[in-house]
């Protein structure tokens, strides 16, 4: 399987460590090849330089979509350009926002800075493409019962809104639209499966704390949050999703 792999964020901190956290992530048993496009330094993926791939993973960054840099709307015309594509899409956090607003959604502040680990809860819908229900229920104890994990967070803007013809997959209390099946071949992601709660804390709760988005005194909240997070079955969920056949 070859994965293309988008980066949005050039600070050093996450440079230097693409690599490792998505050989972590997304390779499985060593039949995974992950090929990079480094988009916030102008090298995009477009339909020619991707008809290799099976799947693309666009992830999150610092900047927020509302900057409206050049790279930004070149990568949601790309986004667009993939409707109904062979290719699967996973868009986390920031590239949550940016294809979501791409397909008509809106994206604006949130009520409160995020930052720590809340509870999804999955929602069932005759919408969904039957390939993405039978996908689901996978991964569900039972097909009578509640899909719920613990996800890692942190972001300040959130989408607020989802587009004609987006699919509302999963909601937690401080993020109504936190998972969304925007096309049936790209699912979005607001929280942060790729993500450990050491690199959390090692990387962007400095950041977090120097800016006044959250304070010291909430540092055990939210390590008592990120004390039991589902990582490893979402990020087996993703595989399952990005090697699924679009068609069915």
Known sequence: MKIGIITCDGNEKWTSCYKEICDSCFKRDGDTELEFFHAWKGELPTIENTRHLDALVSLGSAHMVRENLDWMADLSNFFLALENSHIKVLALCFSHQLVNRAYGGKVDFGPDFVFGADRIKFRRSDKYPRAFATLLDKYRSNKSSLLEWNLLQSHND?????????????????????????????????CHPDLTPQLMMEKIWPAVLSKGF???????????????????????????????????
Do not use: H, P, W
């Open 158 to 190: 959130e989408v607020v809104s989802i587009g004609e013809g987006a699919e509302l997959v999963a909601s937690s209390k401080r993020c109504k639209n936190e998972i969304v099946l925007v096309r049936k071949n790209i699912l979005s992601m607001q």
């Open 214 to 248: 959250v304070k010291d005194t909430q540092v055990d909240q939210v390590k008592r949050e990120m004390l039991d997070v589902d990582t490893k079955i979402s990020l087996n969920f993703i595989r399952d999703f990005l090697g699924a056949d679009v068609k069915s």
